[in-house]
């Protein structure tokens, strides 16, 4: 049986176009560990420019997708990877909150992030996998991914209209408090390390708990983001490689959006926009309606064009606004 599936999630793709794929993720990750081996915070420069590397490498490999088949699989590749970037921005938002909580300083922020996405290649593969089978047991499937991602949009919507202050405090997330119950926790760092030894015996650091919650919170955002992009294509090959792609530019993404998130007061509500949309893309597929790819691309980008420029124009007036509320 999983000979079958993965011969399904790889019909009409040749081993050389699979392992091309996987050399470039190794590249990646190793090039990314080796030049950051040194526990010091992420510059906004640095950031900038990894940012633009993955996504120039992600392009790349639409532009690979194309030439070896057709601009309609390039074209979904790219709408699932645009898809995975924005919906990715909400998970972010969540990291920083476990790092204050844990109190994690910026120079060892990198190595968790690290850790925790290669994590996430192997815990996306299984939902991948997973989704796209399900497909096989009926179009209602579709529907119910549908209804899924349309009360993903509407959860989204009504957190955005909360004005909570108070962060959550992710020391006594459900996940650390079953790690506790696993490991010996040490209640002091021990640099970058996950262990340590402490009267003769191992010990997890702060830092191991804090890569739980980290791991944790991906696995549920792809409760959200997997079928979100399978709304866009259920080609496994392709859902897979584009949650990845958009994966690997997280952790230069994250130190952009730490410097910026102040300026992209807007981008929650293209999120929201690109979620109803692809819910509402799901369910009309369960009635036969098919929407192209090309327009799929072209819609995921004008919500997040019109979300940054909004941000851009309109975030110095909401901080005025903000400002004078509070005075």
């Given at each position: 049986?999983?000979?079958?599936?993965?011969?399904?999630?790889?019909?009409?793709?040749?081993?050389?176009?699979?392992?091309?794929?996987?050399?470039?993720?190794?590249?990646?990750?190793?090039?990314?560990?080796?030049?950051?081996?040194?526990?010091?915070?992420?510059?906004?420069?640095?950031?900038?420019v990894w940012s633009i590397i993955w996504v120039a490498v992600s392009v790349?490999?639409?532009?690979?997708?194309?030439?070896?088949?057709?601009?309609?699989?390039?074209?979904?590749?790219?709408?699932?990877?645009?898809?995975?970037?924005?919906?990715?921005?909400?998970?972010?938002?969540?990291?920083?909150?476990?790092?204050?909580?844990?109190?994690?300083?910026?120079?060892?922020?990198?190595?968790?992030?690290?850790?925790?996405?290669?994590?996430?290649?192997?815990?996306?593969?299984?939902?991948?996998?997973?989704?796209?089978?399900?497909?096989?047991?009926?179009?209602?499937?579709?529907?119910a991914f549908g209804m899924l991602v349309l009360w993903s949009a509407w959860?989204?919507?009504?957190?955005?209209?909360?004005?909570?202050?108070?962060?959550?405090?992710?020391?006594?997330?459900?996940?650390?408090?079953?790690?506790?119950?696993?490991?010996?926790?040490?209640?002091?760092?021990?640099?970058?390390?996950?262990?340590?030894?402490?009267?003769?015996?191992?010990?997890?650091?702060?830092?191991?708990?804090?890569?739980?919650?980290?791991?944790?919170?991906?696995?549920?955002?792809?409760?959200?983001?997997?079928?979100?992009?399978?709304?866009?294509?259920?080609?496994?090959?392709?859902?897979?490689?584009?949650?990845?792609?958009?994966?690997?530019?997280?952790?230069?993404?994250?130190?952009?959006?730490?410097?910026?998130?102040?300026?992209?007061?807007?981008?929650?509500?293209?999120?929201?926009?690109?979620?109803?949309?692809?819910?509402?893309?799901?369910?009309?597929?369960?009635?036969?309606?098919?929407?192209?790819?090309?327009?799929?691309?072209?819609?995921?980008?004008?919500?997040?064009?019109?979300?940054?420029?909004?941000?851009?124009?309109?975030?110095?007036?909401?901080?005025?606004?903000?400002?004078?509320?509070?005075?």
């Amino acid at each position: 049986m999983f000979d079958h599936i993965c011969n399904s999630s790889l019909k009409g793709y040749a081993l050389w176009e699979v392992m091309t794929f996987v050399t470039i993720i190794v590249s990646a990750l190793w090039i990314d560990l080796f030049i950051h081996n040194r526990d010091q915070p992420v510059s906004l420069k640095n950031a900038a420019v990894w940012s633009i590397i993955w996504v120039a490498v992600s392009v790349a490999f639409a532009g690979f997708i194309w030439k070896n088949h057709d601009v309609e699989k390039a074209s979904l590749f790219l709408s699932g990877y645009l898809l995975e970037k924005s919906l990715s921005v909400d998970n972010l938002f969540v990291f920083m909150a476990i790092f204050a909580s844990f109190g994690i300083k910026d120079q060892l922020q990198h190595r968790v992030l690290y850790f925790g996405i290669l994590g996430a290649l192997i815990l996306r593969l299984l939902f991948v996998v997973a989704g796209t089978s399900l497909l096989l047991l009926g179009k209602w499937v579709l529907l119910a991914f549908g209804m899924l991602v349309l009360w993903s949009a509407w959860q989204m919507y009504q957190s955005s209209k909360k004005d909570d202050t108070e962060i959550e405090d992710y020391t006594d997330h459900w996940s650390v408090r079953i790690a506790k119950k696993l490991f010996r926790v040490s209640p002091f760092m021990d640099g970058h390390n996950f262990f340590t030894v402490r009267d003769t015996k191992v010990h997890a650091t702060p830092l191991l708990l804090c890569l739980v919650a980290v791991e944790v919170s991906d696995v549920m955002f792809a409760f959200d983001s997997v079928p979100a992009v399978i709304a866009i294509t259920q080609d496994p090959f392709l859902v897979y490689t584009s949650n990845i792609f958009a994966i690997l530019g997280l952790r230069s993404m994250y130190f952009l959006l730490t410097a910026a998130r102040r300026y992209l007061c807007h981008l929650e509500k293209s999120v929201i926009c690109i979620l109803a949309y692809v819910g509402a893309k799901m369910i009309a597929g369960f009635f036969g309606w098919t929407i192209s790819a090309n327009i799929s691309l072209f819609i995921v980008l004008l919500c997040l064009t019109v979300g940054v420029a909004a941000s851009i124009l309109f975030s110095g007036q909401l901080s005025d606004s903000n400002n004078n509320h509070t005075t």
